[in-house]
T-cell receptor, first 108, second 117 residues
Framework: SQQGEEDPQALSIQEGENATMNCSYKTSINNLQWYRQNSGRGLVHLILIRSNEREKHSGRLRVTLDTSKKSSSLLITASRAADTASYFCATDGNQFYFGTGTSLTVIP | EPEVTQTPSHQVTQMGQEVILRCVPISNHLYFYWYRQILGQKVEFLVSFYNNEISEKSEIFDDQFSVERPDGSNFTLKIRSTKLEDSAMYFC???????????????FGPGTRLTVL
């Protein structure tokens, strides 16, 4: 399967701390994307990183990609209570695969 | 800002009935998708649609499912004879193609919660 798999499954931090989530996948990809899902809502695209990129920033988000290890990480700096959500990585191949997600809770 | 919309937000149906879930993708997008998410589980790809035909589909997308773009704005998912296990959140998404046939950023609708009784 080409599915991304995130870890940890759940993460609880204090507001202001950094949150790091990891994603591993199994086959070669063209790009990897991170999405956020608030409870009961749709997915919101956060950032896309292409296979020839190693790091990308967007505001408080920093994504890295290591194609040799088939892994990616999402770092959220200076977390806020509003960052509480589930975070998914998604890899493209013939189909678009989502992982099981990391549930992040930011405690005010 | 343009967004994907879905109707209805919640659909309740009896087992064996047909349901049609509706989506209006972002107007200048060319790729359309359906996903489902069973409560507490991951988002699962069902089907992608491009140029008026299915481009990819998953094992979940069997003969009970069909998709259609009946006009220039709507994209529908039909489930012919619903089963209890079809109860899930169904998300529509749209995108433009990335470079060299890759998938680009997908914009998701808010979802339709389908409950099969």
């Amino acid at each position: 399967s080409q599915q991304g798999e995130e870890d940890p499954q759940a993460l609880s931090i204090q507001e202001g701390e950094n949150a790091t989530m990891n994603c591993s996948y199994k086959t070669s990809i063209n790009n990897l994307q991170w999405y956020r899902q608030n409870s009961g809502r749709g997915l919101v695209h956060l950032i896309l990183i292409r296979s020839n990129e190693r790091e990308k920033h967007s505001g408080r988000l920093r994504v890295t990609l290591d194609t040799s290890k088939k892994s990616s990480s999402l770092l959220i700096t200076a977390s806020r209570a509003a960052d509480t959500a589930s975070y998914f990585c998604a890899t493209d191949g013939n189909q678009f695969y989502f992982g099981t997600g990391t549930s992040l809770t930011v405690i005010p | 800002e343009p967004e994907v919309t879905q109707t209805p937000s919640h659909q309740v149906t009896q087992m064996g009935q047909e349901v049609i879930l509706r989506c209006v993708p972002i107007s200048n997008h060319l790729y359309f998708y359906w996903y489902r998410q069973i409560l507490g589980q991951k988002v699962e790809f069902l089907v992608s649609f491009y140029n008026n035909e299915i481009s990819e589909k998953s094992e979940i997308f069997d003969d009970q499912f069909s998709v259609e773009r009946p006009d220039g704005s709507n994209f529908t998912l039909k489930i012919r004879s619903t089963k209890l296990e079809d109860s899930a959140m169904y998300f529509c998404a749209s995108s433009n193609p990335g470079t060299s046939g890759t998938y680009n950023e997908q914009f998701f609708g808010p979802g339709t919660r389908l409950t099969v009784l």
